[in-house]
């Protein structure tokens, strides 16, 4: 069983949706979770992170942490075009550190 | 700005060539990373570096080495024995006791 399993997509959406995006892990070790946002060919732009259990809001974006299920979603609301990229779920626990294989995400006009 | 500079953006590598990719930054941040990236897999780790003149391997060091001089630099050389170096190549950093790493913007590593 991989430590993080993410999907690899592509997911297509209309331009206005509502997209869900989500990783599984394994190691209940995890405390920290972020996601990040990577455009092709440049490096991944940290979004939100969070510690522990629970939500985190900002502006268009969600991110929600289960880790009785050991599951964490981002949400992304009124998607735009410029929100297609590809979106990397990340988590730590002291010095490790494993990222998702990241879900390419397209937004359409 | 603050922030972390890799360069070059592009690179390409001869047969039995050694390269070095440099990355800075100017974020005071104690903790610096070089990662790997190939299509349809996640970042993994080359090598870490805690504190200035002291690192350690990562997952896929073989073929790679690293100094750290100064807290803002972590040069990574590509060396021949590295049989496959094609790739994205990520730096990133992060501050002393936060889990949070930051990245650079990349260099594209390709072979001749």
């Known amino acids: 069983q991989k430590e993080v399993e993410q999907d690899p997509g592509p997911l297509s959406v209309p331009e206005g949706a509502i997209v869900s995006l989500n990783c599984t892990y394994s190691?209940?070790?995890?405390?920290?979770f972020m996601w990040y946002r990577q455009y092709s060919r440049k490096g991944p732009e940290l979004l939100m992170y969070?510690?522990?259990?629970g939500n985190k809001e900002d502006g268009r974006f969600t991110a929600q942490v289960d880790k009785s299920s050991k599951y964490i979603s981002l949400f992304i609301r009124d998607s735009q075009p410029s929100d297609s990229a590809t979106y990397l779920c990340?988590?730590?626990?002291?010095?490790?550190?494993?990222f998702g294989t990241g879900t390419r995400l397209k937004v359409l006009a | 700005d603050g922030g972390i500079t890799q360069s070059p953006k592009y690179l390409f590598r001869k047969e039995g060539q050694n390269v070095t990719l440099s990355c800075e930054q100017n974020?005071?941040?104690?903790?610096m990373y070089w990662y790997r990236q190939d299509p349809g897999q996640g970042l993994r780790l080359i090598y870490y570096?805690?504190?200035?003149?002291?690192?350690q391997k990562g997952d896929i060091a073989e073929g790679y080495s690293v100094s750290r001089e100064k807290k803002e630099s972590f040069p990574l050389t590509v060396t021949s024995a590295q049989k496959n170096p094609t790739a994205f190549y990520l730096c990133?950093?992060?501050?002393?006791?936060?889990?949070?790493?930051?990245f650079g913007a990349g260099t594209r590593l390709s072979v001749l």
């Open positions: 990133a950093s992060s501050s002393q006791g936060s889990d949070i790493q930051y």
């Open positions: 190691n209940s070790a995890f405390q920290y």
């Open positions: 969070t510690y522990s259990s």
């Open positions: 990340a988590m730590s626990a002291g010095r490790q550190y494993i």
């Open positions: 974020l005071n941040h104690d903790a």
């Open positions: 570096s805690q504190i200035v003149n002291d690192f």
